[in-house]
C-alpha cells in the first residue's frame, strides 16, 4: 500500500524557517522523482519543487527559487523540504509526491495528506 505522510508544517512568522518532511512506503523510493505541491485556500494547487531519482537534478517554482531546497534520503525513504525567509503568501497546506520523468505529472494521482504551513506577517 503506498503511503506518503508529510509532517514538520507550522506556523511561522515572517522571515522564519521550517523544513518539511515526507516518509515514503509502497514503492522502491530510489526509482522515482519526487516533488513537493502546495495549495492555498480558494486557490488551486501549484507546483514548488520536483527533484530526481538520484537527487542530482531540482527544479523549482519561480516563487520559491532561492528560498526553498528540495532534497531526500533513499536510505531513509524520505524527501525533504527546507523552507527559508518565509512569506504570509507561503501559507498553504503543502503534499509530497511521486512523480513520472516529466518532473510535474503526479503518479497515479496519489497524494499524502498534507502538512500545514502558515506564515503570519
Known amino acids: 500500500q503506498v503511503q506518503l505522510v508529510e509532517s514538520g508544517g507550522g506556523l511561522v512568522q515572517a522571515g522564519g524557517s521550517l523544513r518539511l518532511s515526507c516518509a515514503a512506503s509502497g514503492r522502491t523510493f530510489s526509482n522515482y522523482n519526487m516533488g513537493w505541491f502546495r495549495q492555498a485556500p480558494g486557490k488551486e494547487r501549484e507546483f514548488v519543487a520536483a527533484i530526481s531519482w538520484n537527487g542530482s537534478k531540482s527544479y523549482y517554482a519561480d516563487s520559491v527559487k532561492g528560498r526553498f531546497t528540495i532534497s531526500r534520503d533513499n536510505a531513509k525513504n524520505t524527501v525533504y523540504l527546507q523552507m527559508n525567509s518565509l512569506k504570509p503568501e507561503d501559507t498553504a497546506v503543502y503534499y509530497c509526491?511521486?512523480?513520472?520523468?516529466?518532473?510535474?505529472?503526479?503518479?497515479?494521482?496519489?497524494w499524502g495528506q498534507g502538512t500545514q504551513v502558515t506564515v503570519s506577517s
Open positions: 509526491v511521486f512523480l513520472y520523468g516529466d518532473y510535474y505529472t503526479v503518479v497515479d494521482d496519489y
